[in-house]
């Protein structure tokens, strides 16, 4: 019996050493490829942002797909915002061929400063709001860490300084958005994944903070975008619910119509707030003909 027991903690350790290993191999190989640099950028506490470079296979110059990501709840959350896994998203913006860059913008992660990203409202526990919408300052605070991206990007030589395709989720969503409204030298096109600020999946479902001034705020960014985009929602959004992302594209698109919309099915098993993340099956057509139409 002891001979047995001996052989099954053996057994179990080298189980556990080979799964150890997998692991370190994975993450290895989720880490080759990556070159971390710091893109320069004036904001409160920083002089610089830190991102992700990730380039496809081939010779350069490459387009370029620039991707924002979106905010956590908490200032400690915040602290955690990493460089985007390979395996993810990523890989399929390599897959047709872009050169990816991945900024943590001031306020997240290893760049830290100041967090000006804030939008002014709060959600008890109970999911009523409180605070006056700041939508405004907190969008134009994350689309600065966005057009320092791209005029750094085209200075690069693997960067081809004019077909630069914008994405971003959640907050990142409303700065790609943003940025575009700006018509960015070298920026051709725009995805928005669930794009807002305001919402709480989770204390609030389906009832985000101010959508009226959301509403007023993609009127505004709608009448100066000339810039072709692709906005993308799931049904089962619990961030925004079902009706205010067509309320809002309805105000974007009052005066330019290069805007398109698109409502998902929703995300199995998950908030429909994470499309991009684990709704790949959803997004990916409407995006593969996005981008064939201009050219990708």
């Excluded at 993450?27 to 990730?54: H, K, N, Q, T, Y």
């Excluded at 605070?141 to 200075?155: D, E, F, I, K, N």
């Excluded at 051709?188 to 989770?202: E, L, S």
């Amino acid at each position: 019996m002891t001979v047995l027991i001996r052989r099954a903690a053996a057994n179990v350790a080298r189980s556990v050493v080979a799964s150890l290993l997998l692991s370190a191999l994975s993450a290895a190989a989720s880490d080759a490829g990556i070159e971390r640099v710091r893109i320069p950028l004036e904001a409160p506490g920083v002089s610089s942002m830190l991102a992700g470079v990730f380039l496809p296979e081939g010779k350069g110059p490459f387009p370029v797909l620039v991707y924002s990501h979106g905010r956590s709840g908490t200032q400690l959350e915040r602290t955690y915002t990493k460089i985007p896994n390979p395996r993810g998203h990523v890989g399929y913006w390599l897959g047709k061929g872009f050169a990816v860059v991945t900024p943590i913008r001031p306020g997240y992660g290893e760049t830290g400063g100041d967090d000006r990203e804030d939008s002014g409202v709060r959600l008890d526990m109970f999911g009523n709001c409180w605070g006056y919408p700041n939508f405004d300052n907190a969008t134009a605070a994350a689309a600065s860490a966005l057009l320092g991206t791209v005029a750094w990007v085209r200075r690069q030589q693997w960067a081809d300084p004019d077909r630069i395709v914008l994405a971003g989720t959640s907050m990142g969503g409303l700065a790609s958005i943003a940025t575009a409204a700006r018509s960015p030298p070298g920026v051709v096109a725009y995805i928005n994944f669930a794009g807002g600020t305001g919402g709480n999946g989770t204390r609030a479902p389906e009832h985000s903070c101010s959508s009226g001034a959301m509403e007023s705020l993609m009127a505004t960014l709608g009448r100066t975008n000339h810039v072709p985009g692709l906005w993308l929602y799931a049904q089962n959004d619990q961030y925004w619910g079902p009706r205010w992302p067509g309320v809002w594209y309805r105000a974007f698109s009052q005066r330019t119509n290069v805007t398109r919309f698109v409502m998902t099915d929703p995300v199995p098993n998950i908030d429909g707030h994470q499309l991009l993340a684990h709704g790949a099956r959803l997004w990916n057509p409407p995006v593969d003909s996005f981008l064939a139409e201009h050219g990708f």
